[in-house]
């Protein structure tokens, strides 16, 4: 990922959306440094999390704020668990490591937090292994591990992937729910549109390693700028067309990361760019354009949808201060 900036605030649900392989995964894994290295490594920037760069911490440091400050969903429950430990186990490893409770305490602790993900019979459900619980029920285990520590800022990435649609839906209010009464904040990561309308206030849109698109919900949804977002929200399905109608897409295949282009990276599959004189064109192949202010929200694009894009320069980017 390259040039990524973005804030949220307490109480407030930041999604970050774009196709598999996007980036999202790794910008959700960067915040707590957890990028496998190799072959992955942070190369610079800022994380600064209640004022403090996450990146200048030490590890004893960065100890101290994973799990208690900071907590993150993983994106598959089905391998995020340990397999050969019971449910009890696990969520008591959690307890005892952060705040040192034994004996019958730690089984009535995890006990409350599966009754509050709304899991019925808790106590039975403690001294399951994981292979006998449902999808379902595995990921509200995976949250209720995330919220034991009460944390400030929780990350979800995917969350619902691999869950028929009543589930996605139990998890996705329960997930509102429970950030209404903790006041978290909440980076919800997903490549489904329809999960970002439904549950978060902010969205990044990525596209090939970068931030090409970010504003307030409705606003994109409404009067998106940038072609790839766009194409996205045109491929959603729609209620009522025909069985037989094709679904619109995006041409073109996504570009390499080892050796991105040299100007705009989505515009050899931008619908936009095909209509515009060839010096407009040379630019989005020559020129890679920078997040600017447009109508309230941020776009990387030098011809945005709607709007004109404000003065080339340094990458525009909310204020760190006050940012979770």
Do not use: W
Request: charged share 25%; aromatic share 4%.
């Amino acid at each position: 990922v390259d040039g990524v900036s973005f804030q949220v605030d307490s109480g407030r649900t930041l999604g970050i959306v774009g196709e598999s392989g996007c980036g999202k995964s790794v910008t959700a894994s960067s915040i707590l440094r957890l990028v496998p290295s190799p072959p992955g490594k942070i190369l610079g920037g800022e994380i600064r999390f209640a004022g403090t760069d996450i990146l200048g911490l030490t590890s004893e440091e960065l100890s101290n704020i994973r799990g208690n400050q900071i907590s993150m969903i993983f994106q598959d429950p089905m391998t995020s668990l340990n397999p050969v430990f019971t449910v009890a186990r696990q969520m008591g490893e959690v307890l005892k490591l952060r705040f040192g409770l034994k004996g019958p305490e730690v089984d009535k602790r995890s006990a409350e937090m599966l009754r509050t993900v709304g899991i019925a019979d808790p106590e039975e459900r403690l001294a399951a292994y994981p292979h006998e619980l449902s999808g379902g029920m595995k990921q509200r285990v995976m949250i209720a591990m995330a919220l034991l520590c009460e944390p400030k800022l929780l990350i979800a990435d995917e969350p619902t992937t691999a869950l028929d649609v009543t589930i996605q839906a139990q998890i996705l209010h329960l997930t509102k729910d429970l950030q209404k009464r903790t006041g978290a904040a909440v980076i919800f990561i997903t490549h489904d549109m329809g999960v970002i309308a439904e549950i978060c206030d902010e969205v990044a849109v990525m596209y090939a390693g970068r931030v090409v698109e970010q504003g307030d919900v409705v606003e994109i949804f409404e009067r998106s700028k940038h072609p790839y977002t766009k194409g996205l929200l045109e491929s959603i399905p729609k209620k009522g067309i025909s069985k037989k109608s094709e679904l619109p897409t995006i041409e073109g295949l996504v570009p390499s990361l080892l050796d991105p282009p040299e100007g705009c990276r989505f515009a050899p599959r931008c619908a936009k760019r095909e209509k515009l004189d060839t010096a407009d064109q040379s630019r989005c192949f020559g020129e890679d354009p920078r997040l600017r202010s447009v109508g309230g929200g941020l776009v990387a694009c030098h011809f945005p949808l709607g709007g004109v894009a404000g003065p080339a320069g340094e990458l525009v980017a909310p204020t760190p201060e006050g940012a979770a």
